[in-house]
């Protein structure tokens, strides 16, 4: 590959690779990221190889290997292009059928269709599904669409236009003034400005500083920072290529964990590409601007998602934080002025250069600008990664693009910002969802997590879980965090297995707030928000733990019975046979009873009765 | 450069560079501190060293240790808030670690007679890493760490077996304000020893943990350096 060495040489690569492409030819775009590879994408993959070898179609149809679309519960997912039809969970055997409605008769494969839960409709296009068709994609509007693993396809949809923007018509200060016009705030969590930060990094004096790309996503439920890594890894690149530009940066670092191997995998194919493209490495598009990138894989603690562990992590020591000042952007790896941003950060970057600060500036809130990509999961119907602006209320996200509650349960909480988040109570179902509005409501905008929950999930219980992780992953330096931590944990142990006391709140209270002011890094200080959200909207959850010694969700098991309503009983027996323990009894077509004695509370019947008979006492 | 600095209304002249602990001490005001040191980087991990500070007319808790004094500044060492910290800090303690002395004596001394929260279990380390960060920083030597992460959190040599790189200089045994490492020679091994922690006499400090300005702490200091020279020295010529 000839290297790019100016604009025209960019602008002819891309008329070269359009020019080059049979517009006739049907596109199989199948997702390969890990939702859909789990669910064996690639065995459908092979198959669809198989038998386009077989039928000799090679001509008339693509197989395209693309990140995720989003819709992972459904996958594997496979969009039939140019009509854009979509199909899921597609097994192997399918591909024949598949292939079969693509010689121009126009038909679809109707089982493999989305069917709405509700309304029983069939969605034919990916633009009738309501996960798609509410979302404003921006970030991730790539991801689903191209081959991550070739440059070509990047470069084709209109990538490192930015970057040759950048270098060849804007000085440092200008691009830094344009991202803090733009308004973008860091996505990974803390929500300053990227523009701002970029602009004291700049100023700190210094011949060498470095980047980082922070893609340590650790929350639990959270896929967007990797879904971005695996479907559009050249967007990060070219962020990062511009930020070094900006900040004067001539090395970076793509922290990712361990655990996303395929992001791994898309991000060193992409630096590679870039770099025999000539749009990474030395003299980059002619522009005489040098700056390299190396990956670094994390080992498994989700304190190194926090920056200055995440530095010390880099430097080859065990990740703990340590104070600020002196900030990274002065004072960061190896003592140098370092920029760490979030993977999606980065993504926004070329956006926000194409299509000007105005235009960004343009959507969202007024402290909170552009779009935001969450991971939707938990009681919804339609689980997955979505795209919306910022100031899109939570009931639009979870009723609209989430289809609302499963099993027409009714909607108790949204815990949003991962286990450092907050949960938000239906009162609150109308609010906007950006930095100050969460912020305002106990929770934080974070990565961009968001866990429904609903009648079934007991808050003290919900609080409990995070506290156990944070527990799990405090690095253990400071006190308030460690032994904060620990006595939290275990105050909440007891409340959920009903030997809560009168002054636990209170306690739990306290200490919350001190470890809010007085823990060393992130992770402590918003430690405690899954506890003091929980307290203060839910409340009477934790004063019927301790005073009445009842769970009214049916979780904590010392705290609830389960009981066959003798009304709404007919006796259909699917309690008494589904039963591991055997301890439901009754008569055929007439009322049954559980032994309470020797109940183990697996919630089986109560899940599997129809008639909503079992109820929680 | 010297800067000048408001505490709890006294102005104090300082180096630039001074921390706010420092200044206050010069100051002849006392703030408790359990893994401050001044032979070495200072640490923020105990938090008992947090004053309030008002800076551009913001107010907020800083660690002292580590914040650095800028002309301006008005500290606040003796406030609610500081004092809601310090106790948190100290019951905390008590429940990690009920039976030691020096625990108890800190405590009772800021009034604290029992901790609030229960005490889940006995432990004698309160990780405040100055035997680590000694032995790294002071020593050279890196012979002990902190290995595993939140709870489980201990200070060890590399898997807990003997440490080939230990000078046997007995720093860590010394600094330890909770006296809970006892360092015993390795019969097999000339030279290097284990680390077992848990069993020292609390008597070898005659001044009642107070380490400011204690002439144990100059003497072994001046003491540890002489023995980490001939070590060098000795390393050199081999």
Known sequence: ?617 | MKIQIIIDGHMVQVDNGTSVLQASRKAGIDIPTLCYHEALKPYGSCRLCMVEIVQNKQRRLVTSCNFPAETGMEVFTDTDGVKQVRKHVLELLLARCPEVPMIQTMARRMGIEKTGFKKIESKECILCGLCVRFCEEAVGAAAIGLSNRGTEREVTTPFKSSSDTCIGCGSCTYICPTACIEMIPDEKISGIRNMNMGRLSLELCSNDYKCTDCDIEQTFIKDIKSVIAQFRKKDKTQ
């Not at chain 1, 349960?409 to 906007?432: L, Y």
């Not at chain 1, 509005?437 to 409990?464: F, H, K, N, P, Q």
């Not at chain 1, 969700?553 to 010392?558: D, I, L, T």
């Not at chain 1, 049954?592 to 089986?604: Q, Y």
């Open chain 1, 1 to 617: 590959m000839e290297q790019i060495t100016d604009i025209s040489g960019l602008e002819a690569l891309r008329e070269e690779i359009l020019a080059n492409r049979n517009k006739d030819k049907t596109i199989l775009r199948t997702c390969i990221s890990t939702g859909c590879k789990a669910q064996k994408s690639l065995k459908v993959v092979e198959a669809l190889k198989a038998a386009i070898k077989e039928h000799g179609l090679q001509e008339k149809v693509e197989i395209k290997k693309t990140g995720c679309h989003g819709f992972c519960e459904m996958g594997p997912i496979m969009v039939v292009e140019p009509e854009n039809i979509f199909y899921r969970k597609v097994k192997p055997e399918d591909v024949g059928e598949i292939l079969s409605t693509l010689n121009g008769s126009g038909g679809v494969v109707e089982r493999l269709l989305w069917k709405d839960p509700v309304t029983k409709e069939l969605a034919t296009h990916e633009r009738e599904l309501p996960l798609y068709s509410k979302q404003n994609k921006n970030v991730i509007s790539r991801s689903g669409k191209i081959d991550p693993a070739d440059i070509e396809d990047y470069i084709a949809s209109g990538g490192y236009s930015a970057l040759s923007k950048v270098l060849h018509s804007m000085k440092p200060a200008e691009v830094i003034n344009a991202v803090i016009a733009s308004g973008l705030r860091g996505r990974g969590g803390g929500g300053f400005s990227t523009g701002l930060k970029w602009k004291i990094c700049s100023n700190a004096p210094g011949d060498m500083k470095y980047i980082v790309a922070n893609g340590d996503e650790g929350d639990p439920g959270a896929f967007m920072d990797r879904s971005l890594m695996e479907g559009d890894p050249h967007s990060i690149v070219e962020g990062m290529v511009i930020g070094a530009y900006a900040i004067g940066a001539s090395r970076g670092f793509i922290y990712v964990r361990e655990e996303y191997p395929i992001a791994i995998e898309h991000l060193s194919i992409a630096i590679k590409k870039s770099e025999e493209y000539g749009l990474l490495g030395n003299d980059i598009m002619g522009s005489g601007f040098d700056f390299s990138v190396q990956i670094n894989r994390g080992a498994g603690a989700f304190v190194c998602g926090e920056e200055t562990s995440l530095m010390i992590s880099l430097e080859g020591k065990s990740g703990t934080p340590r104070s600020r000042p002196p900030y990274p952007a002065i004072e960061g790896l190896w003592g140098k002025p370092t920029i760490i941003n979030n993977v999606e950060t980065l993504g926004n970057i070329p956006l926000i250069i194409s299509k000007g600060a105005d235009e960004y500036a343009a959507v969202g809130t007024e402290g909170s600008k552009g779009t935001k990509v969450f991971s939707l999961v938990g009681k919804v119907q339609n689980t997955g990664l979505i795209e919306v602006e910022m100031g899109t209320t939570l009931r639009e996200i979870i009723f609209g693009i989430g289809g609302g509650i499963r099993k027409g349960r009714s909607f108790k909480a949204v815990q949003t910002g991962g286990p450092s988040g907050g949960c938000i109570p239906i009162t609150k179902i109308d609010m906007s969802v950006d930095y100050d509005s969460l912020r305002e409501a106990g929770a934080i905008m974070g990565s961009g997590g968001m866990i429904v929950m609903d009648e079934t999930s007991c808050m003290v219980d919900v609080a409990r879980y995070f506290i156990d992780f944070l527990m799990y992953e405090s690095c253990g330096k400071c006190v308030p965090c460690r032994e904060g931590l620990k006595q939290m944990h275990h105050i909440l142990e007891n409340i959920c297995e009903g030997t809560g006391e009168e002054k636990d709140i209170e306690t739990l209270t306290g200490l919350a707030r001190f470890m809010s002011t007085s823990s060393l890094c992130g992770l402590g200080s918003t430690a405690p928000n899954p506890v003091l959200s929980t307290i203060r909207h839910f409340r009477h959850e934790y004063e019927s733990h301790i005073h009445d010694r009842k769970c009214r969700s049916g979780v904590c098991k010392n705290l609830f019975e389960y009981i066959i309503d003798q009304e709404l009983c007919n006796g259909c027996g699917l309690c008494r046979v589904k039963c591991p323990e055997k301890v439901v009894s009754g008569e055929k077509k007439k009322p049954h009873s559980i032994d309470n004695e020797k109940c183990i509370k697996c919630g089986i019947c109560f899940n599997s009765c129809k008639f909503n008979a079992i109820v929680v006492k």
